[in-house]
């Protein structure tokens, strides 16, 4: 098979091979098609019996609801008339008996519903659910058991005894003139029963819908079912093609890399390889033609071994004449003959006369650069010391900046205490300034208060004088009186008995007279006691006016000389103020300076590092210059160039 492989065109063969690779894939898409159609077919089934369980789920939750609502209804029916029993009535017990019905049917379809659910859709043992429980088993085993105990619980326990709790009520209320107590307490159990079970059907509900889900989702059996059928594909398609391969590899690839070998053995000098290639294709066709192109080879080679054996022979005296200039010797010339070699000797004694005059242009140069390599190493050594010198200057100037700086500071605190204390005196000056001016107004009001005074005494005195004439009335008056008394007591005495009771009269009335009298000499002596004193505060009020009038000038005096003295005491609190503020513009001046100081003497120590620096790089460069003048001089050069080497020099 493969003889006749290898007899057959490579065209014939690449396109049969192109051929198989196109159609083994078309093949196993194929398979692949029918495979993943059975897989949707698999979960249409499945996505259509989750729909059902769902739809009975759904349908069951409502009949419970309905249930409950129903049981409620007969309850308020029965006891519609607040808690009043109606049983009796016509219409009512209509209503009562639809009501009944209606709760029979829908225990009767719940539980219809349960069980067909269980036999169906309960995914851990209904053949139904096969289809759907493969796929949950891959995707989410958690449903099956979740589903199946809430299922188990439902149906064993949570229904029956709801049932049971709801026909009790029911028979309760058909029972005639139940109590309303009763029959709400038998309520309250059946909802009280109501609610886990509906509650777990809820989460049935739930759990059917989420099997939905998962089945409308594509999951891992799907995945695991396509992915295992397209590894199955990709495994025969390319065992298919690596066979091909393998093929082409021998009949095609193998010949070719054995004709790629006998170039490179060739390649190496290797002229009597030859390729062997069976077969009568296109292959074997460019083998032979090698083959014959090798022969024809080894005869040029041949030929040629001879012209190589004579040039190798110049070659060899040319290199043994040229040898010493490897050494440094730039005074040899080859031989310039008219054969092909013969410009290369000529290349040669042009290159070496261009090397010696390099070599010379070298040495003026390195001889140029140890000059100003010295002279530059001498500068920057005068530039060191000098840089030296200025950074100690500038290290005497910082530290003479520094003592004026703590001077300025001294003085600044100084001068902040003499603020202070101008400021606290400027205070004072302005409380004595106030006090002054109180002062004056407090000696005003006084002497206005002694004239008035002085004024209601005058009066005083004028009142007391106005008092005495009064008075000075009423002694007359009494002493009038008295005579009048006397006159009536002598004219009751010549009356006889007829005139005692107007003597008695006339004699109180003369005892009153006389008593009016010592009463009247009493406020004479009073009043005049009274005058006198009224003279003499009269006289005091008039030198306390005089003293009173010359201690207000005195004061006015006093308060013009303290404004004049508050007046300097602020000129010299605001000067002092400035004298402040000028100390501390300086002090800031001077820690300016210090620091302009410092940055001067750390740029010139940086400035004198980075001499030195240079100074090294430059000795470094001498001792350069001075181990290219000493490798220069290895080389010998003809007599004109060492004259034209001294002269430079």
């Not at 009790?168 to 009280?192: D, G, N």
């Amino acid at each position: 098979m493969m003889r006749s492989i290898t007899n057959m065109p490579i065209f014939l063969r690449l396109f049969l091979a192109f051929v198989l690779a196109a159609v083994i894939p078309g093949i196993v898409i194929a398979v692949l098609g029918s495979l993943f159609i059975n897989t949707l077919s698999t979960r249409g089934q499945a996505m259509q019996n989750a729909n059902n369980a769902t739809k009975l789920a759904t349908d069951s939750l409502s009949d419970l609801q309905q249930m409950q609502l129903a049981l409620l209804a007969y309850h308020s029916t029965v006891y519609a008339n607040q808690n009043e029993y109606v049983g009796n009535n016509s219409d009512m017990q209509r209503t009562i008996a639809k009501l009944d019905t209606q709760i029979l049917d829908l225990e009767h379809n719940f539980t219809a519903d349960a069980t067909q659910y269980q036999q169906q859709y309960q995914l851990a043992t209904s053949p139904t659910m096969d289809n759907v429980r493969k796929i949950l088993q891959t995707d989410n085993p958690g449903l099956i058991s979740d589903q199946q105990s809430t299922l188990q619980t439902i149906l064993d326990q949570q229904w029956p005894d709801y049932k049971q709790a709801q026909d009790r009520e029911v028979t309760a209320l058909k029972a005639p003139k139940v109590p309303h107590s009763q029959a709400h307490s038998l309520l309250q159990i059946a909802e009280s029963k109501f609610i886990p079970l509906i509650a777990s059907w809820q989460r049935i509900v739930a759990l059917t819908e989420a099997i939905d889900t998962d089945i409308t989702n594509i999951g891992g059996s799907q995945i695991g079912s396509i992915l295992l059928g397209t590894v199955i594909a990709l495994l025969g398609t390319a065992l298919a093609v690596i066979t091909i391969g393998f093929i082409v590899n021998l009949t095609i690839t193998r010949p070719l890399r054995e004709l790629a070998s006998l170039t490179k053995r060739i390649s190496k000098g290797d002229t009597s390889a030859r390729a062997r290639i069976p077969g009568r294709d296109e292959i074997h066709i460019v083998a032979t033609s090698m083959n014959n192109m090798l022969d024809n080879i080894v005869q040029l080679i041949q030929q040629t071994q001879g012209q190589r054996d004579v040039l190798q022979a110049q070659v060899e005296k040319l290199v043994s004449e040229v040898s010493g200039v490897g050494e440094g010797d730039l005074r040899i010339q080859a031989e310039v003959s008219a054969d092909a070699l013969g410009v290369l000797a000529d290349s040669f004694n042009y290159m070496v006369e261009e090397l010696g005059n390099l070599v010379i242009r070298v040495k003026m140069v390195a001889h140029e650069v140890e000059n100003s390599t010295g002279m530059i190493i001498d500068r920057m050594t005068q530039l060191v010391e000098d840089g030296d010198i200025q950074i100690q200057q500038i290290d005497e100037a910082a530290r003479e900046v520094e003592r004026m700086a703590d001077s300025g500071r001294q003085m600044a605190e100084r001068a902040q205490v003499l603020y202070a204390v101008a400021a606290e005196a400027r205070q004072d000056a302005q409380g004595g300034r106030e006090a002054v001016g109180q002062a004056i107004e407090g000696m005003n009001r006084i002497h206005t208060n002694v004239q008035t005074t002085s004024t209601k005494v005058h009066l005083l005195g004028e009142r007391s004088r106005e008092i005495n004439n009064i008075v000075e009335a009423i002694s007359s008056i009494a002493h009038q009186t008295n005579r009048l008394a006397l006159d009536a007591a002598i004219q009751a005495a010549m009356a006889g008995e007829n005139g005692k009771g107007f003597g008695a009269v006339a004699a109180d009335i003369r005892r009153l007279a006389e008593r009016a009298k010592e009463q009247a000499g009493m406020i004479t002596r009073i009043v005049r006691s009274v005058r006198e004193d009224i003279g003499a505060v009269a006289v005091s009020m008039q030198d306390t006016e005089r003293e009173t009038s010359t201690g207000t000038k005195l004061t006015q005096e006093a308060g013009t000389a303290l404004e004049q003295l508050f007046s300097v005491v602020e000129h010299q609190a605001r000067e002092i103020e400035g004298i402040n503020q000028i100390a501390s513009q300086q002090l800031h001046s001077s820690r300016s300076v210090v620091q302009i100081m410092q940055g001067v003497s750390s740029s010139t120590q940086s400035s004198g590092t980075s001499t030195r620096e240079a100074s090294q790089y430059m000795e470094r460069l001498a001792r350069l210059v001075e181990q290219l003048r000493s490798s220069v001089e290895a080389f010998k050069l003809q007599e004109e160039q060492d004259y034209l080497a001294s002269s430079a020099f």
